[in-house]
């Protein structure tokens, strides 16, 4: 079974950064794709940014230049570094795993971006 945890949300003022972590544990394939989501009150669950086992990397149009997605496939951890934050990238940051045969989703971590 595959558990993913997340950690490093907070409050931070505009134009600050976080750095997000998510670690997962239990058999993983040599092949998967870790990404970010994101979810406010009232919507959907919104697609951030992805990276595969190879280090491919694909943004939102909205994180494009901002954020940075990085992994480290030694400790099956990826990172989201989240630079010049605006209010509405506030949300519950989620962690995800997407292997050849199964899906797996972290309990998410809040970020509040707020002066």
């Known amino acids: 079974q595959v558990q993913l945890v997340e950690s490093g949300g907070g409050l931070v003022q505009p134009g600050g950064s976080l750095r997000l972590s998510c670690a997962a544990s239990?058999?993983?394939?040599?092949?998967?794709?870790m990404g970010w989501y994101r979810q406010t009150p009232g919507k959907q669950r919104e697609y951030v940014a992805a990276i595969t086992s190879s280090k491919s990397k694909n943004y939102s149009d909205s994180v494009k230049g901002r954020f940075t997605i990085s992994r480290d496939n030694a400790k099956n951890t990826v990172y989201l570094q989240m630079n010049s934050l605006i209010p509405e990238d506030t949300a519950v940051y989620y962690c995800n795993l997407h292997t050849l045969t199964n899906e797996y989703w972290g309990q998410g971590t809040q970020v509040t971006v707020s002066s």
């Open positions: 239990g058999s993983i394939p040599s092949m998967s794709v």
